[in-house]
């Protein structure tokens, strides 16, 4: 007998499910979570307010679902591909690499909805900020700095604080995320912040490598 699927195919149900968080999110992020309804939320998608509830008790429970869900941003999973001695080595490409991530991520339509809708929950939800604390921030922080002490160990960059190093360097690619969403919300032009992105790296690694003497013999 061939072997069954090990996923089996969405259900209706779950796809349901599925298109009510993305027409929420896209509501939430838009309208903000206490001015939209569920009867916003049925009504963009077409559907009956009671047909939603069959699905979620209450809005309170979307909105739980999509906190969880983002854990699973890929800023969450910035090192999640990288074996930490050939990052290490990598030197200035990993930082090129997650500042290319960060710049892409900014325009990428759902991230930015969940990073609204992070922004705008932060100062009220407790669970949202200890996400974005631990998980946005704080994880990936302590992942560079191992890979910075270990450049430092190579004596590829200035020995230093490896931690302040890496808060050092993720900061400002927050700042300028932050930047770009506020600028496409407003319908304004990007161009002045996108580049900084590339001119942060090259800004970080200028004042940190060693440089290496070539010998005339």
Known sequence: MPEQSVNSAPTKGSKTKEKILK?????????GYKATTVRDIAGAMGMKQSALYNHFKNKDEILETLISDLTSSAIVHLFDDK????AAKSGKALLAGIATKFKLLSF?????????LLMQEIFRNERVREIYNEYF?????KKLSSYLFMMMQEETIKSSDP???????????????MQV???????????????LFEKHVEFFWDSVKIEKKTSLF
């Open 163 to 177: 931690l302040l190093l890496a808060n050092e360097f993720f900061s400002p690619l927050f700042f300028y995320q």
């Open 137 to 141: 921030y704080q994880e990936n922080v």
């Open 181 to 195: 969403s506020l600028l496409k919300m407003d319908k304004k032009s990007t161009s002045s912040v996108v580049s």
């Open 108 to 116: 990428d339509g759902q991230n930015e909805a969940l990073f609204k």
């Open 83 to 86: 074996e930490p001695q050939e």
């Open 23 to 31: 027409t929420a999110l896209k509501l939430f992020s838009s309208k």
